[in-house]
C-alpha cells in the first residue's frame, strides 16, 4: 500500500487528513511547532496535531526543514508521497524529489487564479464568483506546479472567508478521496498551468482589515466578509478601534449627503427591530449590523447605537 506523509497546519488541513486517515496508509504528519495563543500565550498545539495524536500516527513538527538534514525523520518513514495542505512552509528541492511519486498539493483555489498564501480571501476580495479546489503536483515555484485536477465552487454573495474556508475543506476531502488512486495509478496526468493567468494572493497582514471610506460600498462589503475571521474589518471612531463584524451595502437615496466616513441614521429597522446606523462611501452605503469596540463585547448596531447615540452624524477614519 502506497505510503503516504501528510504535511499540514491549520483548521483547513483537519478534513484533508482525515480523508487520508480514513483510506490511505499514512505513516507520518509534519506540523508546525506548537504556537503561543490567548491572553496567557500559553502554547497551543496545531489542529492537525491534535488529529494526528488521537489517530496514533508518528508525529514531528520541526521549526524549519530548509536544511536537508531537518527532514531525517521524514527520510525515516520512506514515503511513496507526501500530501501537503496548508502546511505553513516552502518545501525546499531535498522534500520535493524525495518522494517516488512527488508532493501532492491541496490548493484552495483554481490554479493558475490566486497563487500565493492567501486564496480564500482574494477571491472575495476581487468580488469572484467561482473559486475551487486544485489538486497540484508541487515544483520549486509558488504554487506553480502542473495541476491533475480543479473542481470549481461557487462563491455566495453573502461568503465570508469563514464559511467559504471551511466548504473548501470539505471539498479537498472529497476531490482527495475521490481521485488519489487515479493519481497514484498515474491515470491521471498533470498538466501545465498557464502562467500568462496568474493571479497572486500574497498572506495577509492586520493592516488589510482597514477600512477605506472612499471606496465603494460593494468593495467595503467585500473586504468586511473577507477578513472574517482574521483579521477582522475594522475603522476609527473618535481615536478608539471599532471592529467591523457585519455589514451590508445599501442604496443612499433618501439619506442626508454627506462626505464618505459619514455615519448616518438607516432608513430601515433591523430584524430585530432596532435602530440602523449606516456609513456614507465613495458609491452607496454600508449599513452595520454587528460592531465592537476594541476591549468590549460584540453588538449589534441597534444596541451600540442607543448606548452611544453620538456614533450617528461620527466621521469614521483615523
Known amino acids: 500500500m502506497t505510503r503516504i506523509v501528510f504535511m499540514g497546519t491549520p483548521d483547513f488541513a483537519v478534513p484533508i487528513l482525515k480523508a487520508l486517515i480514513d483510506t490511505q496508509n499514512v505513516v507520518g504528519v509534519v506540523t508546525q511547532p506548537d504556537r503561543p495563543a490567548g491572553r496567557g500565550r500559553q502554547l497551543r498545539p496545531s489542529p492537525v ?7 496514533g500516527i508518528p508525529l514531528y513538527q520541526p521549526p524549519s526543514l530548509r ?3 531537518t527532514a531525517a525523520p521524514i527520510h525515516a518513514w520512506q514515503p511513496d508521497l507526501i500530501v501537503v495542505a496548508a502546511f505553513g512552509q516552502i518545501l525546499r528541492p531535498h522534500l520535493l524529489n524525495l518522494p517516488p511519486l512527488g508532493c501532492l498539493n491541496v490548493h484552495a483555489s483554481l490554479l493558475p487564479r490566486w497563487r500565493g498564501a492567501s486564496p480564500i480571501q482574494h477571491a472575495i476580495l476581487a468580488g469572484d464568483t467561482t473559486t475551487g479546489i486544485s489538486l497540484m503536483k508541487m515544483n520549486a515555484g509558488l504554487d506553480t506546479g502542473p495541476v491533475y485536477i480543479k473542481e470549481p465552487l461557487p462563491i455566495g454573495p453573502d461568503e465570508t472567508a469563514a464559511t467559504l474556508h471551511d466548504r473548501l475543506a470539505d471539498l479537498g476531502a472529497t476531490m482527495l478521496t475521490a481521485h488519489l488512486a487515479g493519481i497514484i495509478s498515474g491515470r491521471f496526468l498533470p498538466q501545465p498551468q498557464d502562467d500568462s493567468q496568474a493571479t497572486y494572493a500574497p498572506m495577509l497582514k492586520k493592516e488589510a482589515g482597514e477600512l477605506d471610506w472612499q471606496k465603494s460600498a460593494a468593495a467595503l462589503d467585500r473586504r468586511v466578509r473577507a477578513m472574517t475571521p482574521w483579521p ?3 475603522t476609527w471612531w473618535d ?7 457585519a455589514a451590508a451595502p445599501v442604496a443612499t437615496e433618501g439619506l442626508p449627503a454627506a462626505e464618505p ?5 438607516g432608513p430601515a429597522q433591523t430584524e430585530s427591530g432596532g435602530d440602523t446606523a449606516v456609513v456614507l462611501t465613495a458609491a452607496g452605503g454600508l449599513q452595520l449590523q454587528k460592531v465592537q469596540l476594541a476591549g468590549k463585547q460584540e453588538m449589534t448596531i441597534g444596541d451600540f447605537v442607543r448606548g452611544r447615540p453620538d456614533f450617528i452624524g461620527a ?3 483615523k
Open 67 to 69: 536544511r536537508e538534514e
Open 232 to 234: 477582522g474589518a475594522f
Open 315 to 317: 466621521t469614521l477614519g
Open 49 to 55: 496535531k491534535m488529529v494526528t495524536q488521537a489517530a
Open 261 to 265: 466616513g459619514r455615519v448616518v441614521a
Open 239 to 245: 481615536g478608539l478601534l471599532l471592529k467591523i463584524k
